[in-house]
């Protein structure tokens, strides 16, 4: 199983990203998908959940309203449209693929940089 992230980089405080999570090697569509984010010396953090039938998502509060989670099962692909970017918005985003508890997930990508800053 491989998930494999891009799209991070560095944008300037209020900019948006696009960070994607191709998935291979499972059944895409039997999995909840979650963005997870870890900054310097804090705790990794769920930002971001959607679950297997694409109906229900689920936001950290500190996001609601900026950033929007998304799936293309037919891709085998999640998404994190990330909008109005803010300095503490700074971490390296994971995705983790669920078969049940998004908080307990199963598999997990390499992560990639996000950095806002002017």
């Known amino acids: 199983v491989q998930l494999v992230e891009s799209g991070g980089g560095l944008v300037q405080p209020g900019g948006s990203l696009r960070l994607s999570c191709a998935a291979s090697?499972?059944?895409?569509?039997?999995?909840?998908m979650s963005w997870y984010r870890q900054a310097p010396e804090k705790e990794r953090e769920l930002v971001a959940s959607?679950?297997?039938?694409?109906?229900?998502?689920n936001y950290a509060d500190s996001v609601k309203g900026r950033f929007t989670i998304s799936r293309d099962n037919a891709k085998n692909t999640v998404y994190l449209q990330m909008n109005n970017l803010k300095p503490e918005d700074t971490a390296v985003y994971s995705c983790?693929?669920?078969?049940?508890?998004?908080?307990?997930?199963?598999?997990w990508g390499q992560g990639t940089q996000v950095t806002v800053s002017s």
């Open positions: 959607i679950y297997k039938f694409g109906g229900t998502t």
């Open positions: 983790a693929a669920a078969r049940g508890s998004v908080y307990t997930p199963t598999y």
């Open positions: 090697g499972l059944t895409f569509s039997n999995y909840h």
